[in-house]
């Protein structure tokens, strides 16, 4: 086949034929073009039922997450007026277990304090002897014979008071004892009736059948001797033995009330004996107590009396003393500071947990980190970030699957809460390409004590999670 050329299209001889290979090649590759965009164009392909996509039903949601010791990671640093200082020693290391109110690190500083420490110490030992020499400017003599007397009144007081409370302890006792034998002697007599009742009770149905046997042998002898069968001698003993029968069961039945009306007459008895018990000796209780407070009223008053007569006594003028007292109270502050101060310089965990990281080591100042990083990693969660188009499908109570290239097996766990606010994503897959700004809302699955225990040393671990719909 030829590429005829039109006959009104003249070519000049001169043309190249190079031109004309040229020309050829061009109109072949935009036939090509033209034939594969026909291909590729949906609207020129017809459509088949075999190219409809069929949407598979979702059985789970996965989302990517990270794994959380229980409650809040805490960032151990020292006190804001101690952050300038260095460690000097540092107690701990990753992964140890630390107890609350544990040393966790000794700052560089603490031998200075622990001097301040001695020296307000000292400062408060020098101003209480100063205090001393100004109350001792009073009469030794009159002050020492008061002073005595008020440890007279004291002593009285202080052994009165134990009196009264060893005769209080002993009524107490006594009733408790005297109690506790009549509630016995109450127990005995129920037990006693209960026996005696039962043993009657049952006697009472033996001697019952044995009447309702004599009644039948009396019905059959009396028909028999009504037919002559019998002699009638025979008959009366037969009529003799029901008859006693019947007494026999009254008689029991007789026995039986007095056992019941004898029981309930000494069970009153010993419950009257035991109220009679508790309102006597009530009362003297009652009466000790009130003794009691009297001693501890009037002691209290008379050694009140007393050590206002002493202070009486005293030639102390009030403003030296106060004087006195304030630079012992001035000096007890100092000491105190300088405590509070030493204290700081021992940066103790707050809490039960394990170190998980450490940013501060022995002789380096203290990161803005802070010094460690503790967790609670008995129990880890996993948060998982679920997209907000998918968070209508999670439920709680859930199991969940969790997996990590970092871990050793599938850990699991259960839906346990889920947020209220939607946020902006912050874990992200390391596929770049996977990475937008998606609208997440967190997860929190607690993992299961074999899990737990897989996870703990993976705090902040990037995971996938797959929750079963």
């Not at 037919?227 to 006693?244: C, E, I, M, N, P």
Request: aromatic content about 2%.
């Amino acid at each position: 086949m030829h590429n005829a050329v039109p006959s009104r299209l003249k070519i000049p001889e001169t043309f190249p034929r190079r031109g004309l290979a040229l020309l050829g090649a061009i109109c072949l590759g935009l036939g090509g073009v033209a034939v594969y965009l026909q291909s590729r164009s949906p609207s020129l392909t017809p459509s088949t039922p075999a190219d409809t996509a069929v949407i598979p039903t979702l059985k789970t949601v996965t989302a990517l997450g990270r794994l959380e010791p229980t409650g809040d990671i805490i960032k151990l640093t020292a006190s804001t007026s101690t952050q300038e200082n260095r460690i000097q020693q540092l107690l701990v290391k990753e992964g140890d277990r630390v107890q609350t109110g544990q040393t966790i690190a000794i700052l560089d500083n603490r031998d200075r304090l622990q001097a301040a420490l001695a020296k307000a110490q000292e400062d408060v030992r020098v101003a209480q002897t100063s205090l001393d020499q100004v109350k001792a400017g009073a009469k030794s003599g009159d002050i020492a014979a008061q002073s005595a007397k008020v440890n007279q009144l004291e002593a009285q007081w202080q052994g009165e008071e134990a009196a009264q409370i060893a005769t209080i302890n002993r009524l107490e006792a006594q009733q408790k004892t005297e109690r506790a034998a009549q509630i016995a002697t109450i127990d005995r007599i129920k037990a006693q009736w209960q026996g005696d009742r039962a043993s009657q009770t049952a006697a009472i149905s033996r001697l019952e059948a044995e009447a309702t046997n004599a009644e039948a042998e009396y019905e059959r002898y009396r028909q028999l001797s009504n037919s002559g069968a019998v002699s009638q001698s025979l008959f009366d003993t037969k009529r003799l033995s029901l008859d006693t029968s019947r007494e026999q069961v009254a008689e029991a039945q007789a026995n039986l009330e007095r056992i019941n009306h004898t029981a309930q007459e000494q069970i009153a008895e010993a419950q009257a004996n035991l109220e009679k018990i508790n309102s006597t000796l009530t009362q003297h209780l009652q009466e000790a107590e009130a003794n009691l407070e009297r001693i501890r009223r009037t002691g209290a008053q008379q050694v009140r009396e007393a050590a206002s007569q002493l202070d009486s006594i005293a030639e102390v003028r009030p403003v030296d003393v106060q004087l006195a007292q304030a630079e012992v109270d001035r000096a007890r502050a100092a000491a105190q500071q300088a405590q509070a101060d030493l204290d700081q310089a021992s940066v103790r965990s707050p809490q039960d947990g394990v170190v998980l990281a450490i940013h501060t080591r022995a002789g380096e100042a203290i990161d803005s980190a802070g010094i460690v990083e503790l967790g609670q990693t008995q129990q880890m969660y996993a948060v998982a970030e679920v997209y907000q188009s998918d968070i209508h499908q999670v439920q709680l109570g859930q199991t969940a699957e969790v997996t990590s290239e970092a871990l050793p097996q599938t850990l699991r766990g259960t839906v346990e809460r889920i947020d209220n606010q939607v946020q902006r994503q912050t874990v992200v897959n390391t596929d770049p390409s996977q990475n937008i700004d998606a609208r997440v809302v967190e997860v929190h699955i607690p993992l299961d004590p074999a899990s737990s225990q897989q996870a703990a040393q993976f705090t902040n671990l990037q995971v996938e999670v797959k929750i079963e719909l």
